[in-house]
């Protein structure tokens, strides 16, 4: 069956420029999930975009709920943050030199993430997860990283490791160019199983130099922490003496305005950041406690540089970003907008008789069609593919944008408002029904 309710897809635009773009670029894209490889059909190509809303290179607009892959809380192209971003440029691109902006910047992360005593900024998430586990390994004098199955860190070669056929087996590299080397000094292990955590510490808990998790994972759909999880590594960690690194750079400035550790309360030694950040710019940023971050250079051996780290029209971006998201009650307009969403595509679709459930944590949620409650990676990866399949295709054609791929989470913006809330539900009605037909 055709994925395109009338048949054929439309010719597009999008279609013409995905044609040409893949001449000279791998895939015809930048990252790899923009090639809809997991819905299959051409990318839309995008021309512009506003407030909740993305507009594409034919002048089609589309509600948005991928918002550039999370950096954009308060919406696109935001007036004030254009405005910031427009004065700051006169003054220059880059200097590779100290400016002001980035001790604003860096006062500002510390004081909303208390966690963080000290912070480095980085141009993209990788870098901040690359380098925080340079990091606790320096600090500790110790190889071995714990991650999660199913979540994503990153490119980081040490991260792009899948899980060998037991708990306790080597990793395996899950990309060619990774060492077997390096891959065999990561453990992947169940995501939300602290048991597994329990054992592998038991076995080689004084070898292990820093479990990373994202404290709500985002990269396998969206599955929050199980209660007593992201606890239960913290209480690991301080028995083994173990750096316990929160990825937040999806979740951070996301899910609260001090990430899911404000959420969970739980404190973590080092933190990623990105996306929000940055306010739609390339940047990342790693910290956590003065004791660590001091073995960074120049302050101590470790060894982390950028050209463009701290740049000054990131800076300016991120900072009035940050400075709109702790307007008073942000966050509890983000969480009832989210959830105002989920419970009407939850009614919609058990209205059609379709198996379907969704996480949400603040403003990141999950859609999965299974009639079961996701927790895990198994369970996110059995859900039923060719359902999401029709149901993106069926949403993009009434002018909703969803991530292409069932394994992502979808993000809501503080410029999603009733009428957007509303057109998506429509959408959505007829959508669920194509699936039921
Ligand atoms: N960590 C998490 C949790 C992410 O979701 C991502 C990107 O999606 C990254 C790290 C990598 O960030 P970047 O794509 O900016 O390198």
């Known amino acids: 069956a055709s994925l395109f309710v009338d048949g054929d897809p439309p010719m597009s635009r999008s279609h013409d420029l995905f044609q040409a773009a893949q001449r000279h670029i791998p895939g015809g894209v930048n990252s790899p999930v923009r090639a809809f490889r997991g819905v299959g059909g051409d990318p839309v190509f995008f021309d512009s975009a506003s407030g909740a809303y993305a507009i594409d290179a034919d002048g089609k607009r589309y509600v948005d709920y991928v918002g550039s892959w999370g950096p954009m809380i308060l919406g696109h192209a935001h007036p004030q943050v254009i405005a910031a971003v427009q004065e700051r440029i006169q003054k220059g691109l880059s200097f590779g030199a100290p400016t002001e902006l980035e001790t604003t910047m860096a006062d500002r992360v510390c004081e909303l993430v208390p966690s963080m005593d000290m912070v480095r900024m980085v141009s993209s998430g990788t870098e901040a997860t690359m380098s925080a586990l340079r ?229 990141m949620f999950g859609l999965f069609f299974t009639g079961e409650k996701v927790t895990n990676y198994e369970q996110a990866t059995t859900c039923n593919q060719d359902q999401f399949k029709t149901f993106f295709h069926a949403m993009l054609e009434r002018g909703v944008y969803l991530a292409p791929s069932a394994f992502e989470a979808g993000f809501v913006s503080m410029a999603h408002g009733e009428a957007e809330i509303q057109a998506t539900l429509d959408a959505a009605e007829e959508s669920f029904a194509l699936i039921a037909r």
């Open 135 to 363: 990091l606790a390994r320096g600090y500790t004098g110790r190889d071995k990283v714990i991650k999660f199955e199913g979540c994503y860190h990153g490119h980081v070669d040490s991260l792009l490791v899948k899980a060998g056929s037991g708990a306790l087996t080597l990793g395996e590299p899950s990309s060619p160019g990774v060492p077997a080397a390096l891959a065999e000094l990561t453990i992947t292990l169940a995501y939300n199983d602290l048991e597994q955590v329990r054992e592998t510490f038991a076995e080689i808990g004084s070898e292990i130099a820093c479990i990373i998790v994202e404290p709500v994972a985002g990269n396998m759909n969206c599955i929050p922490p199980v209660p007593g999880f992201l606890e239960g590594l913290r209480e690991i960690c301080d028995q083994y003496g173990t750096v316990l690194i929160f990825d937040e750079v999806m979740t951070g400035f996301r899910v609260s305005r001090g990430g899911a550790q404000e959420l969970f309360g739980v404190t973590p030694d080092l933190t990623a950041l990105g996306k929000v950040i940055g306010g739609g710019m390339p940047v990342g940023a790693f910290g956590g406690k003065r004791e660590i971050m001091s073995r960074i250079s120049p302050l101590g051996p470790v060894y982390q540089a950028g050209t463009l780290s701290g740049n000054p029209i990131a800076m300016a971006a991120g900072l009035k970003t940050l400075e709109l998201l702790s307007e008073p009650g942000f966050y509890d307009r983000l969480s009832a907008t989210t959830a105002q969403l989920l419970a009407g595509l939850q009614a919609r679709a058990d209205a059609a008789g379709i198996p379907f459930s969704t996480n949400q944590a603040g403003g």
